[in-house]
């Protein structure tokens, strides 16, 4: 198979990891060839770790004009939506792991108009959870879907959530059920915590639909997330409990190692597992 050229836009914790799994030679048929971030430093600084020394930009334009098969977006949401369609709209495919961007359905459209008209893919890993080809194969059977976070309060800090509200995590002091909405409110409220939300929203009944309680527990050493998915096929449950991405807490390791087996599959298609 042809190697594929791989950008990646965010060089930061996550970022990196990606990038040392791709240039370390991880990821069969796949080169790293070029780098951005909206902070000089940090593309040029991961730059220097790379033995196959990717090009470092700071300028999207450039970047996107380099030459590039897909791009893997390792930075935020508002990444997502400032960079998405420039990158579909360039003929580049794209993997997004700030998923939660893609909870807002008009966007979503557009993102897939755009990849229509000009032969590009997205791809979506399925990140800290497990289970999402279940929860694919009953969609259309679904009644309800339910994601239970926990994680400890130094992991959830500096979410917008708390910016309105009366919860002080330095105070809690026992398992705490702090969130309880829909998928398409969390990811906006909690964009670093519960992008497997919005991929368990694309794979089911939708964010407006999938319900998120996202518990704080001070004594939690592990990101854990649960899955409760019923209807007239039976019921489906999954439970995950996950270590933190080294350097990142907000980040479980899972969601690494998943983007990692996204890019590999992308860039081998000699055999597939699941869907």
Partial sequence: MPEKNVGLVGCGTIGSQLAMAVDSGKVANASLVSLFDVVENNAQGLKSKMRGKPRAYLDFDRFISSDIDIVVEAASQEAVRKF?????????????????????RAFLLELLQAASENGSRIYVPTGAIAGIDAVRSVRHLLESVTLTTTKSPKALAGAPFFEASKIKLDKITERTVIYEGAASDAVKAFPANVNVAAVLSLAGIGADKTKVRIVADPVATTNQHEIVATGSFGEIRIAVSNVPSPGNPKTSFLAVLSAIECLRSICDDGMRIGS
């Fill in 84 to 104: 998405g369609k420039m990158i579909l709209r360039a003929g580049k495919d794209l993997m997004v792991m700030s998923v939660g961007a893609l909870a807002d």
